[in-house]
């Protein structure tokens, strides 16, 4: 049952920034609206997520470390899927290769903790917290060693994640985000800060895209909002005219997902044809948002590909909706 736990665990933590993202959209799924992260060394030795959600409850605990135990689809329903966790796969696994301490408070009851280490289940003990979850992970794959040997420098690793925590920030502007690094102890330092945005959709996601992409960035992107056949795109990007050189920004969501996804890239590139050379990246963000049953977000554990189940749809509706901007922005 451990060395099980261990090799599905492998498959959803690749790396720190995979534990990162797994904490962090748990905390977005507990209705958090402030989500502290602190790393230290790249997050091989400590990562933790700090949240003011809903909190857990002591008799749930074991539960929320238990394999395919999740509060959040009761099976009946599993290609209609509006959070971000639905596996509970998450906590065990993290649990199965490092050491792993939840400290939590639901509404109404005391603050308790839970242990897991290697994959070993401590019992539920009282704890002090006022509210909200703390998951504390240390000493990320120290019971798979093969793994370990596989991590990147504490410098690249440090980059994935703030490069997740940037992607998730980005798609939950009301959502406050600290992520300091804490290596060597104390306060540590601040690595990316995005306060908690008000307003309406646009206002409030153009000033977190100006904290993550930079003011630049927005002040030379044109606003999109299209919907077609129960897809709606929204989001910024960029006018031709604006330049990052090399870089690549494009950030792409589905379902306030962050997505990695050929189709959609293509379909970015395709819109900027006529404006941008072959070796010019259009910058934008965008999100798509659709029934849950139109797209599979199931492909891997990770969670970063999807499949809709027409491409075509939001294809188009990508190409369509930029050349209109562009058009009407006089290009
Ligand atoms: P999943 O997110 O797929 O449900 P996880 O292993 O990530 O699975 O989490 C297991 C369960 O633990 C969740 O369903 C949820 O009930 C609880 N949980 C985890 N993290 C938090 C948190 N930060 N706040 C409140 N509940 C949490
Ligand atoms: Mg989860």
Request: glycine share 10%; net charge neutral; with cysteine.
């Amino acid at each position: 049952e451990a060395a099980i736990n261990r090799i599905a665990a492998g498959e959803v933590v690749e790396r720190p920034a995979s534990a990162v993202k797994e904490l962090v959209e748990n905390a977005i799924d507990a209705g958090a609206t402030r989500i502290g992260i602190e790393v230290a060394d790249g997050g091989k030795t400590l990562i933790r997520a700090t949240d003011n959600g809903c909190g857990i409850a002591p008799v749930d605990l074991p539960l929320a470390m238990a394999r395919h135990a999740t509060s959040k689809i009761d099976g009946s329903d599993l290609l209609n899927i509006h959070t971000f966790g639905f596996r509970g796969e998450a906590l065990p696994s993290l649990g199965a290769v490092g050491r792993l301490t939840i400290t939590s408070r639901s509404p109404g009851a005391e603050a308790a903790s839970i242990r897991v280490a290697g994959g070993r289940m401590e019992p539920v003990k009282p704890a002090a917290l006022r509210a909200g979850t703390v998951v504390e992970l240390r000493d990320l794959f120290f019971a798979t060693p093969a793994r370990l040997k596989f991590m990147r420098s504490d410098r690249a690793e440090s980059q994935a994640i703030t490069d997740i925590v940037k992607r998730l920030a980005m798609a939950e502007p009301s959502v406050g985000f600290t992520l300091r690094d804490v290596s060597g102890g104390g306060e540590g330092r601040v690595t990316f800060r995005a306060d908690a945005e008000t307003g309406d959709l646009f206002d409030a996601l153009g000033a977190r895209l100006g904290q993550v992409m930079g003011r630049e960035f927005v002040e030379n992107a044109l606003p999109i909002d299209a919907t077609r056949d129960g897809i709606r795109l929204f989001g910024y990007a960029a006018l031709p005219t604006y330049s990052r050189g090399a870089a690549v920004a494009q950030y792409l969501f589905v379902n306030a997902r962050p997505v990695r996804d050929k189709m959609l890239t293509g379909a970015l590139r395709a819109a900027y044809f006529d404006f941008l050379s072959r070796d010019r990246h259009p910058a934008a963000a965008l999100f798509i948002d659709c029934d849950p049953t139109l797209v599979d977000v199931n492909v891997h554990p990770a969670k970063s590909e999807v499949r809709f189940r027409d491409p075509g749809v939001p294809r188009g509706l990508i190409v369509s909706a930029l050349r209109h901007a562009l058009a009407e922005a006089g290009h």
